[in-house]
């Protein structure tokens, strides 16, 4: 992670804001998109506009963009209107968390291997499969993963975070990304081209995959704003260093000469909780103007302090 910090460094000011505003709104485009061609059928946009190698490398090239517009799915009811709202959500929390470069850098770099597997695909299969996919106006490659990145980004930064299963039962995201890691198993097993939806998927993926074994040990997770906020206030409380994802090693401390008594080093600004509760997970805002801490039922919830 240490070249990341130095990116960061040297290009966080380029990181987009309010990244996840804007892959909503290609989702919007993508679906406003398939309404447009299903009332025009002999417009096809998905085949001029798709993620199709073939055509790139001849000429074609706008492609390398214009694929972000292919919606997850290919139909708009309620439950899809739904999926968007929590990936917004998801997306808005884990970009706040992460800050923006590191955000940027995770989706783009979703973005790239994406590309990269297309290529792949069509060095293995040929030209046909992404032809006569254009031509019926179907997109081989669109963001279905790309979105299922986001979510599991989510689960790795806040496996103990709960969310209802079916708008019921309540689960940790943890469970509930677990489920979906079998179900892609399960969806390149029962494949008819497993291969080809192995790649799709494990390409998408990959950015999800890598970002997982480079933030285990890494203490430095957040905006550089974030993190200076952190280690004033540190400093101030007369705190050691310590990884903001793993409290443990912080946990436990007592100041010299001082009695038993332990120091609560982590406390919620809204409901006063302290780490002498060991399932509650505390994160700082970023959006807060001082150092103010919250659990993870209020992460989300709070009134900013500007």
């Known amino acids: 992670m240490g070249f990341l910090n130095k990116m960061e ?16 709104l290609t989702y919007v485009i993508g679906y406003a998109m398939m309404i447009f061609m299903r009332a025009n059928v002999n417009l096809n ?11 790139i490398l001849h000429g074609q090239v706008w492609r390398l963009v214009t694929w972000i517009i ?26 706040n968390t992460w800050g923006d470069f590191l955000y940027n850098v995770y989706i783009l770099l979703g973005l790239i291997t994406t590309i990269i597997g297309a290529f792949i695909i069509y060095f293995i299969y040929g030209s ?26 989510f689960a790795m930064t806040f496996p103990e975070q709960q969310m209802l299963f079916m708008f019921i039962i309540p689960l940790k995201i943890k469970y509930l990304a677990y489920a979906d890691i079998v179900l892609l198993i399960y969806e390149i097993v029962t494949s008819r081209l497993p291969l080809l939806t192995g790649i799709v998927i ?47 090693n912080d946990r436990g401390q007592q100041t010299r000469g001082a009695g ?24 700082f805002c970023s959006k807060c103007n001082g150092n103010y801490e919250y659990c993870q039922e209020h992460l989300f919830t709070h009134k900013h302090v500007q």
Do not use: W
Not at 14 to 23: C, D, E, F, S
């Open 9 to 24: 460094r040297k290009f966080g000011k380029y990181a987009v804001p309010n990244l996840t505003r804007y892959i909503i």
């Open 45 to 55: 946009l998905i085949g001029m506009l798709s993620l199709n190698p073939y055509a």
């Open 70 to 95: 292919m919606p997850p799915s290919y139909s708009l009811d309620i439950f899809t209107i739904i999926m968007l709202f929590v990936y917004y959500q998801l997306g808005s929390v884990l970009e």
């Open 128 to 153: 046909e499969l992404f032809l006569a996919a254009d031509a019926s106006g179907y997109a081989i490659i669109s963001t279905y993963y790309i979105s299922m990145s986001i979510f599991l980004g």
């Open 202 to 248: 494990g390409s998408s993926l990959a950015a999800t995959v890598i970002f997982y074994f480079l933030f285990k040990g890494y203490s430095g997770r957040g905006n550089r704003k974030q993190r200076k906020r952190r280690a004033e206030f540190r400093k101030a409380a007369g705190m050691g260093s310590g990884n903001l994802f793993n409290r443990s």
């Open 260 to 283: 038993p008594r332990q120091i609560m080093k982590h406390k919620c600004a809204v409901c006063g909780q302290t780490e002498s509760n060991p399932a509650l997970e505390f994160r």
